[in-house]
């Protein structure tokens, strides 16, 4: 389970439930998808974890207590619904509908002559925002941090909750991420005209 195992159940009627949900857990939406779209890096699967993070978030809302920090409490099951999915999905084969393949290949429409070049068009898509192009290729670890701290502004107790992983696990880490991404912007660095030791 995502949420608190110990934190003791409120017994919250419809109205506060919604008062709540709408009140705490709302204005944090698009924080919440940036989280997400950063953990995923595709707009599709950023809005279903963010849809399954706030269909969670109401499930258990009994989990919740008023007055805590309610953007940590939907960050953690965020994230712990993002290491569940990826884990779920890494160990299923990809799927492909050959059936379709082989009725698009077959048709009259194809035009054999301007069938793209897959690795022209997978490196047109690469070219873009540096910055984020560098945090992007970070471990899902690592970017987790860097988001959480430099993008979200989470302390470092409220990020050791939310990752479920001691203080000092989130400083070396938060460390190291920095350091990789300071490594693979250096050259970026040059060419816009600072200076790098």
């Known amino acids: 389970m995502e949420l608190e195992e110990n934190s003791p159940k409120q ?10 949900f709408h009140g705490e857990f709302m204005p944090h939406i698009n924080s919440m998808y940036n ?3 950063r953990l995923t890096l ?8 963010l849809q399954d993070t706030y269909l969670k978030a109401y499930r ?21 619904s993002f290491i569940n999915d990826y884990r779920k999905k890494s160990k299923e084969p990809s799927k492909v509908d050959y ?15 301007i069938t793209p070049d897959l690795r022209v068009e997978a490196l047109k898509d690469m070219i873009g925002d540096e910055i984020s192009n560098a945090l992007n ?4 670890d690592f970017r987790t941090v860097i988001i959480l701290c430099d993008l979200e502004g989470f302390k470092y107790e409220e990020m050791a909750k939310i990752l479920d992983i001691p203080i000092g696990t989130v400083r ?8 990789l991404l300071k490594e693979k912007l250096s050259e970026y660095a040059k060419q816009m005209g600072y200076k790098t030791a």
């Open 35 to 37: 989280f997400a779209y």
């Open 11 to 20: 017994n919250y009627t419809e109205a506060e439930k919604q008062n709540i």
């Open 99 to 113: 059936q379709e393949v082989e009725s698009y290949y077959n048709s009259e429409e194809v035009d054999r002559q």
């Open 137 to 140: 290729a970070l471990d899902v």
């Open 60 to 80: 258990f809302i009994e989990s919740f207590q008023k007055g805590t920090n309610a953007k940590a409490w939907l960050f953690r099951i965020l994230k712990n």
């Open 42 to 49: 595709d707009s599709d699967d950023a809005k279903d974890l």
């Open 172 to 179: 070396s880490r938060l460390h190291r991420a920095r350091n």
